[in-house]
């Protein structure tokens, strides 16, 4: 509902595209100021330039503790308070097991797992300042509960996120700070585009189609809102049947 | 709760609305623009749900139903067609509850709260896909399992078999569903403890016991059958149009530990 993220503020991480852009449009949409993040200047200006309402963006390598106390601290600068995280900066890419370096899974790690855990630390920590709760969302994926060859080191680290969220539910419930993960399936970003939809989806998909990243939005913007005030550790499947079967 | 603007002019059937989650999910379902027919077997309570409704300045109606028989659902899938024109939501909210060691369990027992919760949610499905298949717009199946259905709890034995079916049947509903042109939903929910009559009138309606449910749940509160009624209205509308076959937690945090 419009509205309903007034004088909230958020922080979305990988905002310049795809499923971040998509959560920056819906928290917006519904009243929040964000600031999104990701590596890409260009793009994350880009991004933020395009969107109605107090969005803006700063550049951030969510796998550096540092960069985390920087983008926190310009977040309290412009806003005063964080009260929303969403830690969606993540990467995929297939690699058979027994040949994957370790530098790649390694790599792999470092953004979509200690990314999350970095979020999920300073998110805290940022939410604790006014003491009045807030939501923090992990995106995960389906691939952290199913997997598929070539892809152990995406789900390594998209099961671990999952995990994470509700060990964090339990560790900060009591200060209202609720975490949850979303896990998407295949979403038109360009995250999918080596898969063909037309071939993939009547095959894989019960829904016989991909998300639109907005979709996907959806369910976070859910989580963000005091619509989920008693939602924590859960996790929230978008995924068409994907994993029902 | 908070009106979902998706949930405008949707014809949805809510069961076990005479109270509790069902009762406030039809209020904020009338509230958001829904068409909404509210059921249960309490007709004083449900004319009191019926008066809320209307005070949310929404279109109801209470039916009286029994979900285990399916002369009833037929008949409310009917009213449904010919009072609002189609059917686009079910709600399969009514369930009973019981504590009681698993010996002591009679199969009588186990009949009852197998014959409400389970084939009262299976009939619900299955007049549900027809009607909403029908209308023809497709549609968003809710049924509400629990906490129970996804954990056990000592002493509640028949209840989590039959919970536990409601996420099977969910499951096979949903890629049923996703088959339809335009599909049809189905995810289920599984609340943590709510304060509801459910279950007062079974551990008792005892402040000190309300405090010890909330000290034990992570985020250290009560479940509110408010909260429910949001998390319904999400899986009901388009909010989650490519959501299906899940099972939604709304527990703080309970299933988490």
């Known amino acids: 509902m419009a509205g309903e993220l007034d004088g909230k503020a958020a922080i979305i991480t990988g905002g310049g595209r795809g499923i971040g852009l998509a959560c920056a449009k819906a928290l917006a949409e519904a009243g929040a100021r964000v600031l999104i993040t990701g590596r890409n200047a260009e793009v994350g200006a880009a991004a933020a330039d395009s969107l109605a309402g107090d969005v803006r963006f700063t550049q951030q390598d969510v796998a550096s503790d540092a960069d985390w106390s920087r983008v926190m601290a310009e977040a309290d600068a412009a806003f005063g308070r964080v009260d929303i995280l969403v830690a969606n900066a993540g990467v995929s890419t297939a690699f058979p097991l027994a040949d994957m370096p370790l530098e790649d899974f390694r790599a792999m790690q470092d953004v979509n797992l200690k990314g999350a855990f970095l979020a999920v630390k300073h998110g805290a920590q940022a939410i604790r300042k006014h003491g009045e709760g807030g939501s923090i969302i992990l995106i995960s994926s389906v691939m952290g509960r199913i997997s598929a060859p070539a892809y152990a080191h995406y789900s390594a680290s998209k099961t671990g996120v999952r995990l994470l969220a509700k060990a964090a539910a339990l560790e900060l419930g009591a200060e209202q700070i609720r975490v949850n993960a979303v896990l998407p399936g295949f979403v038109r970003t360009d995250m999918t585009a080596p898969f063909p939809e037309e071939q993939i989806a009547p095959m894989a998909v019960p829904m016989k189609r991909f998300a639109d990243a907005g979709e996907v939005a959806d369910a976070v913007l859910f989580s963000a809102t005091d619509r989920s005030k008693f939602m924590t550790g859960a996790e929230l499947v978008v995924d068409g049947g994907l994993i029902t079967r | ?257």
């Open chain 2, 1 to 257: 709760m908070t009106t979902v603007a998706e949930l405008k002019d949707k014809v949805a059937i809510i069961t076990g609305a005479t109270k509790g989650m069902g009762r406030s999910a039809a209020q904020l379902f009338a509230q958001s623009g829904a068409k909404v027919i509210a059921t249960g077997r309490d007709e004083a309570a449900g004319a009191e749900t019926e008066k809320l409704m209307k005070e949310a300045g929404g279109e109801g109606i209470f039916i009286r139903q029994d979900i285990a028989r399916e002369a009833d659902w037929e008949r409310v899938v009917g009213e449904a067609s010919s009072r609002f024109g189609g059917l686009d939501v079910v709600v399969n909210n009514a369930g009973v509850f019981m504590v009681k060691p698993i010996e002591e369990t009679t199969v009588e027992d186990y009949d009852w709260i197998y014959q409400i919760n389970v084939e009262g949610t299976f009939l619900g499905m299955k007049h549900g896909f027809r009607a909403i298949k029908e209308t023809g717009r497709g549609g968003s199946i809710v049924n509400v399992s629990s906490l129970m259905g996804q954990v056990g709890y000592p002493g509640a034995t028949a209840y989590c078999a039959t919970k536990g079916a409601i996420a099977g049947m969910t499951k096979s509903a949903a890629l049923e569903g996703a088959e339809l042109d335009p599909p049809i939903r189905v995810n289920s929910l599984h609340p943590g403890v709510i304060w509801t009559e459910m279950l007062t009138s079974n551990f008792g309606d005892d402040p000190a016991l309300k405090d010890a449910f909330a000290e034990d749940t992570p985020l250290k509160m009560i479940g509110l059958p408010e909260y429910m009624a949001d998390a319904i209205a999400y899986l009901a509308s388009d909010q989650s149009s490519y959501v299906t076959g899940v099972e939604l937690t709304v527990d703080g945090g309970r299933g988490a530990d």
